[in-house]
């Protein structure tokens, strides 16, 4: 049984900064198997659909982002720690939504949330203007 505990989110002002945290939680035979999937964060404002935002590869190499974030947000991961984080220093009220993070069964940054089988609790991020 796995599951994605994630954190971090609340009210923040335009401008101001975010760090969302994700870390995966499974059974001692199989929590070692999440340093070799991609990452990846989608997002869903009210009355929107759930959108991309960013996505990782296994090592970290390789990374990916949505036209809306890009050169605002990073992301990143900590294998030792089996943990994804999304940050910006450059928030906009345009960023307010829930934010989900999500684990692949694959090596590969993916960007589609169909390749996604496992999902953290949303995230709430306010950005007041």
């Known amino acids: 049984q796995v599951h994605l505990v994630a954190s971090g989110g609340g009210l923040v002002q335009a401008g101001g900064s975010l760090r969302l945290s994700c870390a995966a939680s499974?059974?001692?035979?199989?929590?070692?198997?999440?340093?070799?999937?991609?990452w990846g964060w989608f997002r869903q404002a009210p009355g929107k659909d759930r959108e991309f935002v960013a996505t990782?590869?296994?090592?970290?190499?390789?990374?990916y982002y949505s036209d809306s974030v890009r050169g605002r947000f990073s992301v990143s991961r900590d294998n030792a720690k089996n943990t994804v984080y999304l940050e910006s220093n450059a928030l906009k009220p345009e960023d307010t939504a829930v934010y989900y993070c999500?684990?692949?069964?694959?090596?590969?940054?993916?960007?589609?949330?169909?390749?996604?089988?496992?999902w953290g609790r949303g995230i709430q991020v306010t950005v007041s203007s």
């Open positions: 999500a684990a692949s069964d694959g090596l590969h940054a993916q960007r589609t949330s169909t390749e996604y089988h496992f």
């Open positions: 499974a059974s001692l035979s199989s929590e070692r198997t999440f340093n070799y999937v991609a």
């Open positions: 990782i590869n296994w090592s970290g190499a390789v990374t």
